[in-house]
């Protein structure tokens, strides 16, 4: 089968099409056929070994996984002996972070993190959901514990994890306000913000607003900007970042959570079969739909990740096999 292949960390130049040998599942598994996949964050820091705990988890010299892609959306082909709940033809998705894989023509997949496809969606909306959704998830109702009515702030709110964060928030009763890029505003009106800042002209830690919860996709500023834009018993919930900011977040959360009202924390996702099918109603209801930026094929994943890294995409890059 073709694959997109790498072997040390590096720039997108690193990444090859190569012919690989088809897998074969192990008893939980299923043989899933991809017709799409996605690229997150989290693909473009293994990729480049960067922040370094990557490579603690992954392969401090050279990658453990030779092929990334945690995204999925496809059919099952085969299933193992134990596999239960899937057939051959079935559509799934699913966040394939375990074993990665998925920019290939075939992965196998623990049956454990695979969802039926959503009725309704293709494959490349699909595909767009698992990882970023449910960071978006877990990030509002979970950390961030959003009610009907709040007013919520979504710094970065024009990738992956910010649009379904728009969306849910609103779907959730709350008042929505979007930080990102000028380019990005008319989309994030689109899908529902109540309320868009172009973050290159006005300073929100500044203006004089207080949020009753702050979703920060980014995790580039201190969290000491974030904590002035805060309600007295808002909530700062930081997605990722630097490890000198994940660090700055986490002793400034303990010190408010002792002297105030404040919360402030880091989100550890936590990969949630419960969550994708929570997100499953929602995208089936209409609530909320993938954003797509740009499609590539298979073998054009290196020009993928160059586009992914400058940061200028409207929600998802989607990889297509079909």
């Not at 309320?195 to 830690?205: A, K, M, R």
């Amino acid at each position: 089968m073709k694959a997109i292949v790498f072997t040390r960390y590096g720039s997108p130049d690193v990444l090859a099409l190569k012919e690989v040998e088809k897998p074969i599942p192990k008893d939980d598994e299923a043989l899933v056929r991809i017709c799409a996949a996605s690229i997150n964050s989290w693909d473009w820091e293994l990729l480049r070994g960067k922040p370094f705990v990557n490579r603690v988890i992954f392969g401090l010299l050279k990658p453990k996984f030779r092929i990334l892609g945690a995204d999925i959306a496809g059919r099952i082909e085969a299933v193992g002996k134990n596999v239960t709940q899937f057939q051959p033809g079935d559509e799934v998705f699913g966040d394939q972070w375990v074993k990665w894989g998925g920019f290939a023509e075939y992965v196998c997949a623990r049956e454990s993190v695979l969802v039926p496809k959503p009725a309704g969606l293709t494959f490349e909306q699909a595909a767009a959901v698992p990882q970023a959704g449910v960071l978006a998830v877990q990030g509002l109702r979970d950390k961030g514990q959003i009610q009907p009515g709040q007013t919520v702030l979504i710094n970065g709110a024009g990738g992956g994890v910010g649009t379904f964060a728009v969306q849910i928030a609103k779907s959730a009763g709350a008042e929505v306000t979007g930080v990102d890029s000028a380019g990005k505003l008319d989309m994030l009106r689109s899908i529902g913000a109540d309320h868009v800042i172009d973050y290159t002209q006005e300073d929100f830690t500044r203006n004089g607003r207080r949020y009753d919860l702050i979703l920060d996709v980014i995790g580039l500023r201190s969290a000491f900007d974030f904590k002035r834009a805060l309600a007295p018993e808002g909530r700062y919930v930081m997605v990722g970042g630097s490890t000198s900011r994940i660090l700055q977040a986490l002793l400034l959360g303990l010190w408010s959570s002792m002297v105030g009202s404040q919360k402030m924390g880091l989100l550890a996702m936590k990969p949630s079969r419960k969550d994708l099918g929570y997100l499953k109603e929602l995208l089936e209801a209409g609530k909320v739909v993938p954003v797509i930026d740009r499609r590539y094929p298979l073998s054009e994943v290196p020009d993928a990740y160059r586009h992914f890294g400058a940061g200028h995409h409207k929600g998802k890059v989607i990889i297509t096999l079909e």
